[in-house]
C-alpha cells in the first residue's frame, strides 16, 4: 500500500532505539518524533540525515490499517508484544544458559 500522507503513525507509536537527528538516545514509544512536523509529515524525508530504521520502514495494511487512528492501535498492541518478547528473552536466556552450562 502507498504511506498516508499525514498520518505520521509510525514515527509515534513504536519505539525507536537507534539515533535519530534531535533524538541522540533513540525515542520512546509513544513519543512524537522531533522531526515529524505538525502536519505530521517527516521534515528529514529525502534527506540523507533520515534514519535507516525509517527508510527501512514500509507502509503495510497490517501495520497501516485503514486510518492514522487504526495505525497507532496496531502499531501499539505490536510494539507491547516486542517488548515482552524482550523482557521475556532476557528473564529466560540467561536461565537457559546457566542450565545449558551446568549440564555440559
Ligand atoms: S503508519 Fe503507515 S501509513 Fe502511517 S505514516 Fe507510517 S507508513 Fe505511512
Ligand atoms: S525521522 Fe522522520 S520518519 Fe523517522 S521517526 Fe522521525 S519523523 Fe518519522
Redesign the pocket.
Given at each position: 500500500m502507498e504511506c498516508r500522507i499525514g498520518c505520521?503513525a509510525?514515527?509515534i507509536a513504536p519505539s525507536?532505539s537507534t539515533c535519530?537527528?534531535g533524538m541522540p538516545e533513540g525515542?520512546p514509544a509513544g513519543v512524537r518524533?522531533?522531526?515529524?512536523t505538525s502536519d505530521n509529515r517527516?521534515?528529514?524525508?529525502g534527506k540523507s540525515e533520515?534514519?535507516a530504521?525509517?527508510l527501512a520502514?514500509r507502509a503495510q495494511e497490517d501495520t497501516c490499517g485503514r486510518s492514522s487512528q487504526e495505525a497507532l492501535q496496531l502499531i501499539t498492541k505490536l510494539e507491547r508484544a516486542t517488548a515482552l518478547a524482550v523482557k521475556h528473552e532476557k528473564r529466560i536466556m540467561p536461565l537457559l544458559y546457566s542450565l545449558k552450562s551446568s549440564s555440559a
Amino acid at each position: 500500500m502507498e504511506c498516508r500522507i499525514g498520518c505520521g503513525a509510525c514515527c509515534i507509536a513504536p519505539s525507536i532505539s537507534t539515533c535519530i537527528p534531535g533524538m541522540p538516545e533513540g525515542k520512546p514509544a509513544g513519543v512524537r518524533c522531533v522531526n515529524l512536523t505538525s502536519d505530521n509529515r517527516c521534515q528529514l524525508f529525502g534527506k540523507s540525515e533520515r534514519p535507516a530504521v525509517c527508510l527501512a520502514f514500509r507502509a503495510q495494511e497490517d501495520t497501516c490499517g485503514r486510518s492514522s487512528q487504526e495505525a497507532l492501535q496496531l502499531i501499539t498492541k505490536l510494539e507491547r508484544a516486542t517488548a515482552l518478547a524482550v523482557k521475556h528473552e532476557k528473564r529466560i536466556m540467561p536461565l537457559l544458559y546457566s542450565l545449558k552450562s551446568s549440564s555440559a
